[in-house]
């Protein structure tokens, strides 16, 4: 089945403790992303991926880390989680433009509490 | 950089009305314009897309609409039911579906 997945669900964490999110897609997807969604101010982007070893900040990277060592892998890092980092976050992927599908598959999401 | 509004923030209608919502972008080089469908507690799903070289496009009870000039989209659901009851997002692309930027989001409850 085609999809993007997310681990973990859910998260409780403490200020100050390191913490990866893994986000991976079976669809050889070149393009990878990680949004934040707040109440009221919709999806944000974090940071995205066009390829393998290629990454860039989205609006509000602050806080965040990504890394692409495989096309399918795209995890998130916090180095130092603060509550501001309290948020729903989904990861999502698709084809690079130019292809005629472009939808972006969402993850289930991973709600994160950081207290 | 590219910035997405989004109204109604909250919508109520009575269920076999219809629904707009509207979306508002501010780069004329943005080319494709999807909504997205978000049931409470699930992951945003793509309802319907639509690029910069069509006006309108339309599957089952739902279009969109987009007027370049004035630099704004909307949605139209017609005969609404209950399950459409969801938070709709509306987004804009400079790069054909990646970089997107996401409307605040559109509360729709249809009352039965």
């Known amino acids: 089945e085609a999809q993007v997945t997310q681990n973990p669900r859910y998260l409780i964490t403490v200020t100050g403790k390191k913490l990866t999110v893994t986000c991976s897609q079976n669809?050889?997807?070149?393009?990878m992303s990680w949004y934040r969604q707040d109440p009221g101010l919709g999806l944000r982007q974090i940071y995205y991926?066009?390829?393998?070893?290629?990454?860039d900040k989205g609006d509000v990277p602050e806080g965040y880390k990504v890394s692409r060592k495989e096309k399918r892998n795209f995890p998130l890092i916090l180095e130092s989680p603060s509550p501001n980092q309290t948020s729903l976050y989904f990861c999502?992927?698709?084809?690079?433009?130019?292809?005629?599908?472009?939808?972006?598959?969402f993850g289930p999401g991973t709600r994160l509490t950081v207290l | 950089g590219e910035n997405v509004e989004q109204h109604p923030s909250t919508l109520s209608v009575q269920e076999g009305d219809s629904a707009v919502i509207k979306c508002t972008y501010s780069?004329?080089?943005?080319?494709?314009f999807p909504w997205y469908k978000q049931e409470l507690g699930k992951r945003p799903q793509l309802i319907i897309d639509?690029?910069?070289?069509?006006g309108e496009k339309k599957d089952q009870r739902i279009a969109v609409t987009l007027n370049k000039t004035a630099k704004h989209f909307s949605l139209h659901i017609t005969e609404t039911q209950p399950e459409d009851s969801a938070v709709y997002f509306c987004?804009?692309?400079?790069?054909?579906?990646?970089?997107?930027?996401f409307g605040a989001g559109t509360i729709l409850r249809v009352k039965s």
């Open positions: 780069d004329s080089a943005s080319n494709y």
């Open positions: 669809m050889n997807h070149e393009y």
């Open positions: 639509i690029r910069s070289n069509v």
């Open positions: 991926s066009m390829n393998v070893e290629v990454t």
């Open positions: 999502a992927s698709s084809f690079t433009s130019g292809k005629i599908d472009n939808e972006q598959f």
């Open positions: 987004a804009a692309s400079i790069e054909y579906g990646n970089k997107l930027v």
